[in-house]
């Protein structure tokens, strides 16, 4: 299993920026398909986006198409949440994800993102 741990969040207004990051640790981070998810109270847990091992393929919710871009550096063992033209909607807690079909999913601790309208 690796140990996530993200980064980069705070309060932004409406129509800005952020970047996330999220740090994992191993040697065998490049296995795994990574993805951000978000979460806000009394809400479960909602998919953002993907992003295969070798960063080749990439999938977002309908939510996010157009304004966030995931990206990964597996040199680095971090994934990235590029996150523009952000609205209030997308005020949450950002979690960061590691799944393998042959085995291991993890979970970051999560960062909050607040947008001020």
């Known amino acids: 299993q690796v140990q996530l741990v993200e980064s980069g969040g705070g309060v932004v207004q409406a129509g800005g920026s952020l970047r996330l990051s999220c740090a994992a640790s191993?040697?065998?981070?490049?296995?795994?398909?990574m993805g951000w998810f978000r979460q806000t109270p009394g809400k479960e847990r909602e998919f953002v986006a993907r992003?295969?091992?070798?960063?080749?393929?990439?999938y977002y919710s309908d939510s996010v198409k157009g304004r966030f871009t995931i990206s990964r550096d597996n040199a680095k063992n971090t994934v990235y949440l590029q996150m523009n033209s952000l609205k209030p909607e997308d005020t949450a807690v950002y979690y960061c994800?590691?799944?393998?079909?042959?085995?291991?999913?993890?979970w970051g601790q999560g960062t909050q993102v607040t947008v001020s309208s």
């Open positions: 992003i295969k091992p070798n960063g080749s393929s990439t």
């Open positions: 191993g040697r065998t981070f490049s296995t795994y398909d």
């Open positions: 994800n590691a799944y393998r079909v042959l085995g291991g999913n993890s």
